[in-house]
Nanobody, 127 residues
């Protein structure tokens, strides 16, 4: 599955952005999907996860500000980000996997549970 993110950009503190993720090609639809983010030189951090049944989980740092949702057409995923802060500045990645994610999205082992990844989209929040 080739995933492609879009919607990143440069905004000011307190602004909103909506990220999108679509499959460039696929043979099997992922059961669960998520958004991760990463600063160069640091570990990839799980931000939000959505299970096959629509259940969502979030990292504490974004809960109440970010919303993950699936689209209705093909493989599509969104991340609505409100009240953005400078510390949200990162490259954001869309990811997908099969079955059930058996660790919290914030676990250091979460990224390894996702075989499908996009190349990322940059989000920059200035103060």
């Amino acid at each position: 599955v080739g995933l492609v993110e879009s919607g990143g950009g440069s905004v000011e503190d307190g602004a909103s952005l909506k990220l999108s993720c679509a499959a460039a090609k696929y043979t099997h639809t992922p059961d669960y999907m998520a958004w991760f983010r990463q600063t160069p030189g640091k570990e990839r951090e799980g931000v939000a996860h959505i299970a096959a049944d629509g259940t969502t989980t979030y990292a504490g740092s974004v809960k109440g500000r970010f919303t993950i949702a699936k689209g209705s057409a093909g493989i599509s995923l969104f991340l609505e980000m409100n009240s953005l802060k400078p510390e949200d500045t990162d490259v954001y990645f869309c990811a997908g996997g099969h079955g059930v994610l058996n660790v919290p999205i914030t676990s250091q082992y979460a990224a390894a549970r996702f075989p499908y990844w996009g190349r990322g989209t940059q989000v920059t929040v200035s103060s």
